[in-house]
T-cell receptor, first 112, second 114 residues
Framework: NAGVMQNPRHLVRRRGQEARLRCSPM?????VYWYRQLPEEGLKFMVY????????ESGMPKERFSAEFPKEGPSILRIQQVVRGDSAAYFC??????????FGSGTRLTVV | GNSVTQMEGPVTLSEEAFLTINCTYT??????LFWYVQYPGEGLQLLLK?????DKGSNKGFEATYRKETTSFHLEKGSVQVSDSAVYFC?????????????FGKGITLSVRP
């Protein structure tokens, strides 16, 4: 049973480009969470999704960021027109709804 | 709102030393409490958890007790190893909410020297 799979592991984008981060939850998990880790900081909640629904996006920046979790396929975190301040590690986690979840290894986004 | 405060780091210890990493929290209701560990270049791994007051979570020699009276969840280990070198995050989940999003502390880097 594979864990939470994120890809790519590393992503480099120039300012103004789009970044797409993918997350495949653990088999049988229907809850997906995205977190962002800035340098020297803890993780900050961004968005919580269930299949085809955004449940809580209170941590998402109002512009340029979007997330989806379609009926088929991975969850996608999309950042349009990236800026240097978007450089961070983005972690996805999945659960069955009980406290405590499984994290992926993250995508490290660098904006140059 | 919810918050988690961890002691300032980094922490450097010799192998076999005793470890305590302090964590206090502020939350409404009755949160669940967690310790996560992050090894270099990897994602977070759940180390242990406690879901109600006076519960003790334990794993790999690490322990933490949910103390509601002091709103604390300090992590302890009697004898650390070099392989314990990592970043440790304390977190809480608002169990009264509709989902279990986590609020994290800033993390503390532990380095264990041989």
């Amino acid at each position: 049973n594979a864990g939470v799979m994120q890809n790519p592991r590393h992503l480099v984008r120039r300012r103004g480009q789009e970044a797409r981060l993918r997350c495949s939850p653990m088999k049988g998990h229907s809850h997906v969470y995205w977190y962002r880790q800035l340098p020297e900081e803890g993780l900050k909640f961004m968005v919580y999704l269930q299949k085809e629904n955004i449940i809580d996006e209170s941590g998402m920046p109002k512009e340029r960021f979007s997330a989806e979790f379609p009926k088929e396929g991975p969850s996608i975190l999309r950042i349009q027109q990236v800026v240097r301040g978007d450089s961070a590690a983005y972690f996805c986690a999945s659960s069955q709804g009980a406290p405590g979840y499984t994290f992926g290894s993250g995508t490290r986004l660098t904006v140059v | 709102g919810n918050s988690v405060t961890q002691m300032e780091g980094p922490v450097t210890l010799s192998e076999e030393a005793f470890l305590t990493i302090n964590c206090t929290y502020t939350a409404t209701g009755y949160p669940s409490l967690f310790w996560y560990v992050q090894y270099p270049g990897e994602g977070l791994q759940l180390l242990l958890k406690a879901t109600k007051a006076d519960d003790k979570g334990s794993n790999k020699g690490f322990e933490a007790t949910y103390r509601k009276e002091t709103t604390s969840f300090h992590l302890e280990k009697g004898s650390v190893q070099v392989s314990d070198s990592a970043v440790y995050f304390c977190a809480l989940s608002d169990a009264t909410g509709a989902n279990s999003k986590l609020t994290f502390g800033k993390g503390i880097t532990l380095s264990v020297r041989p």
